[in-house]
């Protein structure tokens, strides 16, 4: 069974040996020390482990380069506060070992793309640039002067700024970001594609047409606060581990956790806390009252199901609504109710999936409480109907009151750790004007207004060769994006592709006619400038900016940080057209947070309120009901149910992470909260869909994708049953990344949409 792939963007698909075990019902606990332990004394010396554990999200530490999950306020635990996967995190950057001349000089690109992404990720940290000339076989050292005057060389041949794409990870400081999108600016572009553009875009877009602020309103406090939080299409054990400390403290106050979700996830059925001894050794806290097995993209309907109950019951009572809150805030009201009385209970609870029982376990807790919260994450926003799903989940607090107040409001759940913080600093293909007018005003030169692509843009305009140059600052591009093969073509048709990366991965071996590693600091590393050691900033999921300031020695003499990299680029680029003076920045990064306070809102005083141990608030008018919207209220909306059918022997499949996984960054090959050992070429499926296939436990089949003519295939994946609803699949990513179509995407956000591929699954022969 095992195959040789053949396109560079394609994992191999070759097979590991499957190991299936019955999921447990527990997280945390002992396996995540061992899986610490593990981490630890593979890849991290012992006495970095120590260091970086008790200073990580810590006070004058380093933010977590994994998630942007929010630290306390208040007290933090003594022993560092950081999860699993945040060790799994810095295992991965502070490892031992490092690359450079010698190992790219014994290994061709062509034999680094039969590595599994695993194994890329652990061949060490990147150590000196390195250059891929056209026709060769091997990447070659270039020094950093050689590697910026290349990368200026290219741009400024280009016929016009906008045949160049800046890709954005959402690992890089507000610092970085900043200067990136400025140097773009002034470059004379806005194609300004990130990862946003392929998780939360949705939630942006909603959030700021019904609220008027693309963020959350909640803070950790509310969590603990909350009467109801709902977790809606999300896996915080795997993906945001310490949000799990938050819910315990919320049930622990009398809080109650509803887990919408197809799949039912370990950490929220039960979570021991393994920096607890007691929780250790008494089995640690029920999460869920209640789990809500919706069907994949049966989120609206289900979302209605619980409108229409609570219009019923307040009909009947007049005790449901938050009316003077509904009069005062709000717009839109007598539409919405009139649209919704359109829609039927039936059709809809049966649309979503769930079982009347279910159901009236789950909307006893809503109706009934009026401190709701909601968080969501991929699950809701990778659809095409992605910004429906949030609108919908906006017109039940806004019916509840449940925004602006204590214990009530919007929780989208980012990922990456300053992915947030990008957005806020310029990071955005579609800018506001009074964010340009205020770059126009400090730097003099005049922003182009055209919007930029977005990543769905930038990719097909580089497959159409409109776009011949790609800089990407951090990230895995070709393994996040959709339709891998498509995109490779698309990669391949420029001139120049240029990563700047910690460690090794596929994207760096899809690459254009020539192609560039430029090796940065990690978060982890201290950061010497000519001014001492530099401090950087982020921004978490919950609008709290703090600062980073890494505590280990570089791994190599020969890394530069991001934004020396951007400053090195931009000034050889822009030589004596440029009104920027771009050397002073990479000399003292309080220079860039002083420009950074002039230009964006609500960072008066940036280097003082820095130093505040906690970090500082950045505004939020939903959290205080003030909403920026057109109608200067929160507007109610009217969604419709999803517009998709299946035909016989479809599926509809998500593509999800497995726990030994962070976006991209594979970690090892187990998801043992799934029950799933040493493979990842796996398809999970409901046992009667196995039955009707005549399919078998770890049988070898091939997935199709169906989508407007154009199918797609990935093959050589095992079946798994598993407790998933009928007619659904689901499957990793970036394996099934191939499947996913570049044209299925969330309507006004073109968010991929990878989470409801339709798909069939064949006997491999």
């Known amino acids: 069974m095992n195959k040789k792939h053949k396109n560079k963007a394609v994992t191999p698909e070759e097979f590991t040996k499957l190991k299936t075990i019955e999921p447990p019902m527990n997280s945390a606990g002992f396996s995540a020390l061992k899986s610490v332990v593990t981490q630890v004394y593979k890849y991290i010396k012992p006495v970095d482990a120590l260091r970086l554990s008790l200073k990580m999200n810590q006070r004058k530490g380093?933010?977590?380069?994994?998630?942007?999950?929010?630290?306390?306020?208040?007290?933090?635990?003594?022993?560092?506060?950081?999860?699993?996967?945040?060790?799994?995190?810095?295992?991965?950057?502070?490892?031992?070992?490092?690359?450079?001349?010698?190992?790219?000089?014994?290994?061709?690109?062509?034999?680094?793309?039969?590595?599994?992404?695993?194994?890329?990720?652990?061949?060490?940290?990147?150590?000196?640039?390195?250059?891929?000339?056209?026709?060769?076989?091997?990447?070659?050292?270039?020094?950093?002067?050689?590697?910026?005057?290349?990368?200026?060389?290219?741009?400024?041949?280009?016929?016009?700024?906008?045949?160049?794409?800046?890709?954005?990870?959402?690992?890089?400081?507000?610092?970085?970001?900043?200067?990136?999108?400025?140097?773009?600016?002034?470059?004379?572009?806005?194609?300004?594609?990130?990862?946003?553009?392929?998780?939360?875009?949705?939630?942006?877009?909603?959030?700021?047409?019904?609220?008027?602020?693309?963020?959350?309103?909640?803070?950790?406090?509310?969590?603990?606060?909350?009467?109801?939080?709902?977790?809606?299409?999300?896996?915080?054990?795997?993906?945001h581990p310490r949000m799990l400390n938050a819910l315990e403290k919320c049930k622990k106050n009398g809080g109650k956790i509803i887990s919408i979700n197809p799949l039912a996830e370990a950490g929220l059925v039960k979570f021991t806390n393994p920096q607890s001894p007691k929780a250790l050794f008494t089995g640690g806290t029920p999460i869920a009252n209640v789990f809500v097995p919706v069907t994949i993209n049966g989120d609206v309907a289900l979302f209605k199901a619980i409108l229409l109950k609570l219009l019923e019951k307040e009909e009947q009572t007049n005790e449901v609504f938050d009316k003077a809150f509904i009069e005062k805030y709000t717009y839109g009201y007598a539409?919405?109710?009139?649209?919704?009385?359109?829609?039927?209970?039936?059709?809809?609870?049966?649309?979503?999936?769930?079982?009347?029982?279910?159901?009236?376990?789950?909307?006893?807790?809503?109706?009934?409480?009026n401190k709701i919260i909601i968080c969501w994450a991929m699950g809701l926003t990778q659809h095409e109907n992605a910004v429906d799903n949030i609108r919908e989940l906006v017109n039940l607090l806004l019916l509840k009151g449940s925004i602006g107040k204590e214990g009530a409001g919007t929780c989208p759940v980012r990922g990456h750790s300053n992915v947030q913080g990008d957005r806020t600093m310029g990071i955005w293909e579609a800018a506001p004007q009074d964010f340009l007018d205020k770059i126009e005003a400090k730097y003099g030169f005049k922003p182009t207004k055209k919007h930029g692509y977005s990543v769905i843009d930038a990719i097909k305009a580089m497959y159409d060769k409109k776009a011949m140059v790609f800089l990407g600052l951090g990230g895995n591009f070709i393994s996040a994006v959709p339709d891998t093969l498509y995109s490779a073509q698309a990669l391949a048709n420029c001139n120049l592709t240029v990563h700047v990366s910690t460690k090794l991965n596929r994207s760096h071996l899809v690459n254009g006619k020539e192609a560039i590693i430029l090796p940065c600091l990690g978060r982890t590393e201290k950061d010497f400038q000519k001014t001492g050691v530099q401090v950087q900033s982020v921004e978490n999921s919950m609008g709290i900016v703090s600062s980073t300031k890494g505590i280990l020695k570089p791994c190599?003499?020969?890394?530069?940080?991001?934004?020396?990299?951007?400053?090195?680029?931009?000034?050889?680029?822009?030589?004596?057209?440029?009104?920027?003076?771009?050397?002073?920045?990479?000399?003292?990064?309080?220079?860039?947070?002083?420009?950074?306070?002039?230009?964006?809102?609500?960072?008066?005083?940036?280097?003082?309120?820095?130093?505040?141990?906690?970090?500082?608030?950045?505004?939020?008018?939903?959290?205080?009901?003030?909403?920026?919207?057109?109608?200067?209220?929160?507007?109610?909306?009217?969604?419709?149910?999803?517009?998709?059918?299946?035909?016989?022997?479809?599926?509809?499949?998500?593509?999800?992470?497995?726990?030994?996984?962070?976006?991209?960054?594979?970690?090892?090959?187990?998801?043992?909260?799934?029950?799933?050992?040493n493979e990842r070429r796996i398809i999970f499926m409901n046992g009667q869909d196995m039955k009707v296939r005549n399919l078998d436990e770890q049988q070898v089949v091939n997935l199709k994708s169906h989508y407007k003519g154009t199918t797609r295939i990935a093959n050589n994946f095992k079946v798994v049953g598993y407790d998933i609803p009928k007619n659904c699949c689901a499957t990793y990513f970036p394996e099934a990344n191939v499947l996913v179509p570049l044209d299925s995407f969330a309507h006004t956000a073109k968010t991929p949409a990878s989470k409801s591929v339709i798909v069939t699954v064949e006997i491999a022969s």
């Not at 490892?95 to 590595?115: P, R």
């Not at 594609?193 to 939630?203: F, I, R």
């Not at 205080?624 to 022997?649: C, M, V, Y």
Request: aromatic letters at 12%; glycine letters at 8%.
């Open 556 to 677: 190599s003499d020969k890394l530069l940080s991001e934004v020396a990299v951007v400053c090195g680029i931009a000034h050889e680029t822009l030589k004596g057209r440029s009104n920027v003076n771009w050397l002073s920045y990479k000399d003292d990064y309080s220079l860039v947070r002083n420009d950074i306070e002039e230009i964006v809102s609500g960072f008066s005083d940036y280097n003082k309120r820095l130093q505040q141990p906690n970090g500082f608030y950045l505004p939020n008018g939903a959290r205080i009901r003030q909403f920026h919207t057109k109608t200067g209220k929160a507007n109610f909306s009217l969604n419709k149910l999803p517009d998709w059918q299946l035909k016989e022997g479809e599926l509809i499949m998500m593509t999800i992470r497995s726990h030994d996984q962070f976006n991209t960054t594979i970690y090892g090959l187990n998801d043992r909260y799934r029950g799933i050992f």
């Open 62 to 239: 380093f933010d977590c380069p994994g998630c942007a999950w929010p630290d306390p306020d208040d007290e933090r635990s003594v022993l560092g506060e950081y999860c699993e996967n945040g060790i799994k995190a810095i295992a991965e950057e502070a490892q031992k070992q490092t690359i450079g001349k010698d190992f790219f000089s014994k290994h061709a690109v062509k034999e680094l793309a039969n590595w599994t992404d695993f194994e890329l990720g652990k061949s060490g940290r990147l150590a000196e640039p390195m250059f891929l000339p056209k026709g060769a076989t091997h990447y070659q050292p270039i020094t950093w002067e050689n590697a910026f005057k290349k990368v200026a060389s290219h741009l400024n041949a280009l016929e016009s700024p906008n045949e160049a794409v800046f890709y954005t990870s959402g690992r890089t400081t507000n610092e970085a970001a900043f200067l990136y999108q400025l140097f773009v600016r002034e470059y004379g572009t806005s194609n300004l594609p990130d990862c946003s553009n392929m998780c939360h875009e949705a939630s942006g877009k909603a959030l700021m047409e019904t609220l008027g602020i693309g963020k959350g309103s909640v803070t950790l406090d509310d969590l603990y606060k909350a009467e109801v939080v709902m977790v809606v299409g999300q896996n915080p054990g795997t993906n």
């Open 335 to 369: 539409s919405f109710i009139s649209d919704l009385k359109t829609y039927s209970f039936d059709e809809c609870l049966k649309a979503s999936g769930v079982s009347l029982e279910i159901f009236k376990k789950m909307f006893d807790l809503i109706v009934n409480n």
